[in-house]
């Protein structure tokens, strides 16, 4: 519910810098027109305004605002609850001011080009050992000039000097990829790189990569298809590989000659989770499948076209192209880049360039001195993960100052401790304090340096004092005051009633003769023999979509079908439905009109409360604040 009021409130109190013209005033308080304007306008664009429209509206603007005021009076925003959570939604709210909207334009621009086209590269990768990076790029460097010599293949390398096992069997070969489905740094150098070309070495977290681009080609999108498979397993032997390939072949002789794929797949795969759908598997794009699916996947032309039958290391199969999704340049598309660019490591090279204008921006001053001493006696325990506080000298000492705010040693001394065990550099772990540090600082003057983030802040800290003190006084209380909520059910009691209704259950049946056999067995349910159930059980045995049941007690509008019957005890006739199906209905009683208990109709009960507690709210707060509204300038807005 809070996300649910939180957007709501997001949406309609939106802002722009708000004039001085007052429109009204709660107590002291003064509210302009041009933020009841931006509010109103937004949500009604296209009806036409009216006194009794515009009436209508300030006072649920009234009401928002006066519950607003009152959780102030209330010092619900000095909480340590509120002051998390809106310090939680201020950090995600801040992000958008924290990048540099050119820099992230690029990349966007640069990973839409690039997903329009498939890779097919190798690779070979030599792993840093023992924190040794001169070592490996030398080694990466000798087997580059091996291959440019043509002393050795590329595959021949990968095999005799890939520390990658995962592809020595295809000989370094990575099979096609697409954007984001490998790290940035590699992604770059393969899709910068031309056929036949082998890249210098790239370094990753994963060591230095040699890189050869086997094939470029148009982006292939996404296939759907179903499968009929038959098992072998890994490590099968022949016999159980041959027996398996001639189940494939018989049943795509059954293909051939016109049999439907579907059922076959329902009849006969292996692959049982999806033979009860028909063989058929979620889309999937390069990359998702093993290479031998894949290539016989994307080896179809048109839907409905189906493969031979085709081994990969679980078994044989069969596939049959459905859909053909190719890559278009949609929103849909354009949104999926934007937020797998906010989780890929493109967010850090976006992260350093703005720190990077930040440092130019701001006035930074570092006390080396100060600097220098901590670094000589911290350098070796940081190394060791063993810094301690114990070891600080002078906390209170500047390290340095960014504008006018100034940064302790105890600071960067903490954040040392916190996080050594990940980094235990001194000096990269000073530069990522004072790249935070910046960071932190922009984020406190984005309020100064933006008003329409201000008034975005102030729009989700009234959404969250709203939901907090509506949820005391209203939702938790109507939920929580049993005696209250008790009260108002029995003062209330005209307004919770059972009609009359039917207790029933209702068999739709697939055709006229299903329902009759259905008829013939109610009987047996009339004289209490069987259960509505066992009538279920028993029309189902052939197929379970013989017939279907539902159970319950309806009022009049409640069910359809329950609508069309005549009322009384028993069988009803077979009424046909628009989709040719036929329903039989079983009246197993007639219920009477009848006041209803509290348990029956709790739900709508607390509902009511809620309304019933809202309003009396409200009349007290309009009692308490005294509310000015200068209506002249609220009608103003019919002329405009």
């Known amino acids: 519910?809070?996300?649910?009021?939180?957007?709501?409130?997001?949406?309609?109190?939106?802002?722009?810098?708000?004039?001085?013209?007052?429109?009204?005033?709660?107590?002291?308080?003064?509210?302009?027109?041009?933020?009841?304007?931006?509010?109103?306008?937004?949500?009604?664009?296209?009806?036409?305004?009216?006194?009794?429209?515009?009436?209508?509206?300030?006072?649920?603007?009234?009401?928002?605002?006066?519950?607003?005021?009152?959780?102030?009076?209330?010092?619900?925003?000095?909480?340590?609850?509120?002051?998390?959570?809106?310090?939680?939604?201020?950090?995600?709210?801040?992000?958008?001011?924290?990048?540099?909207?050119?820099?992230?334009?690029?990349?966007?621009?640069?990973a839409l080009e690039r997903i329009q086209f498939d890779i097919n590269a190798s690779h070979i990768l030599i792993k840093i050992e023992n924190n040794d990076a001169k070592s490996a790029l030398n080694e990466a460097l000798s087997i580059r000039n091996q291959i440019i010599s043509k002393e050795i293949s590329f595959s021949d390398a990968a095999v005799k000097y890939s520390d990658d096992e995962y592809v020595l069997d295809s000989k370094g070969n990575l099979g096609y990829f697409t954007a984001f489905m490998m790290l940035y740094d590699f992604e770059s150098v393969a899709y910068n790189s031309s056929i036949g070309e082998v890249s210098v070495p790239v370094k990753t977290q994963y060591g230095y990569h040699l890189i050869l681009v086997n094939d470029k080609r148009k982006a292939v999108g996404e296939r759907k298809v179903a499968h009929i498979m038959f098992k072998t397993g890994k490590g099968a032997n022949t016999k159980k590989i041959n027996e398996s390939y001639k189940k494939a072949s018989e049943t795509y002789d059954l293909l051939t000659k016109g049999d439907k794929f579907v059922e076959v797949a329902e009849r006969f795969s292996e692959d049982r989770s999806t033979a009860v759908k028909g063989g058929v598997l979620p889309s999937f794009g390069?990359?998702?499948?093993?290479r031998e699916f894949e290539e016989a996947t994307f080896s179809l032309k048109l839907p409905g076209d189906f493969s031979k039958p085709f081994q990969t290391p679980y078994g044989w199969h069969i596939v049959m192209l459905l859909e053909d999704n190719p890559v278009k340049l949609d929103d849909d598309l354009f949104l999926s880049v934007k937020q797998k660019i906010e989780k890929d490591s493109r967010s850090k090279l976006s992260n350093e360039f703005m720190i990077t204008k930040l440092k130019d921006l701001y006035n930074i001053k570092i006390y080396k001195e100060n600097f220098n001493f901590l670094r000589k006696i911290a350098v070796k325990e940081v190394s060791k993960s063993a810094w301690d506080n114990e070891l600080l000298i002078d906390g209170d000492k500047k390290i340095f100052k960014?504008?006018?705010?100034?940064?302790?040693?105890?600071?960067?001394?903490?954040?040392?401790?916190?996080?050594?065990?990940?980094?235990?550099?001194f000096d990269q772990l000073y530069i990522e304090f004072l790249n935070l540090s910046l960071l932190s600082y922009e984020e406190s003057q984005l309020e100064n340096k933006y008003p329409e983030f201000k008034n975005l802040l102030k729009e989700y800290k009234e959404g969250i004092l709203l939901f907090d003190i509506t949820n005391n006084n209203v939702w938790k209380k109507a939920v929580e005051d049993s005696a209250g909520l008790s009260n108002y059910f029995n003062e209330?009691?005209?307004?919770?009633?059972?009609?009359?209704?039917?207790?029933?259950?209702?068999?739709?049946?697939?055709?006229?003769?299903?329902?009759?056999?259905?008829?013939?067995?109610?009987?047996?349910?009339?004289?209490?023999?069987?259960?509505?159930?066992?009538?279920?059980?028993?029309?189902?045995s052939s197929s379970p979509l013989n017939v279907q049941l539902v159970s319950g007690q309806f009022s009049k509008n409640e069910n359809n079908i329950v609508d069309q019957i005549v009322w009384k005890k028993g069988i009803s006739k077979s009424v046909k439905?628009?989709?040719?199906?036929?329903?039989?209905?079983?009246?197993?009683?007639?219920?009477n009109a009848r006041a209803k208990n509290l348990n029956e109709t709790k739900g709508k009960v607390i509902s009511d409360y809620q309304k019933f507690l809202d309003l009396t709210w409200i009349k007290i707060l309009r009692s308490k604040y005294k509310v000015e509204l200068n209506k002249n300038l609220l009608y103003s807005l019919i002329s405009k």
Do not use: A
Request: charged share 30%.
């Open 492 to 540: 209330n009691l005209s307004d919770y009633k059972w009609n009359e209704r039917l207790d029933v259950s209702i068999f739709t049946c697939l055709n006229y003769n299903v329902s009759y056999k259905v008829r013939n067995q109610l009987y047996k349910l009339k004289r209490g023999l069987i259960k509505d159930i066992d009538v279920l059980n028993k029309i189902n």
């Open 1 to 110: 519910m809070k996300k649910s009021i939180l957007i709501i409130i997001s949406i309609l109190f939106t802002t722009n810098i708000f004039s001085q013209e007052t429109l009204m005033t709660i107590n002291d308080e003064k509210i302009s027109i041009n933020e009841f304007e931006n509010i109103f306008y937004k949500n009604n664009e296209d009806i036409e305004i009216t006194k009794e429209y515009l009436d209508e509206y300030i006072d649920l603007f009234i009401n928002f605002k006066l519950k607003v005021k009152e959780s102030k009076e209330l010092g619900y925003d000095t909480l340590s609850s509120f002051i998390k959570e809106l310090d939680g939604y201020k950090k995600q709210l801040s992000k958008p001011y924290l990048r540099d909207n050119n820099f992230n334009e690029n990349l966007f621009n640069e």
């Open 402 to 425: 960014i504008e006018s705010k100034s940064y302790s040693l105890k600071e960067l001394s903490d954040f040392i401790i916190n996080n050594q065990k990940k980094n235990n550099d």
């Open 286 to 290: 390069v990359g998702k499948m093993v």
């Open 577 to 591: 439905n628009d989709d040719g199906s036929y329903t039989v209905v079983f009246v197993h009683d007639i219920l």
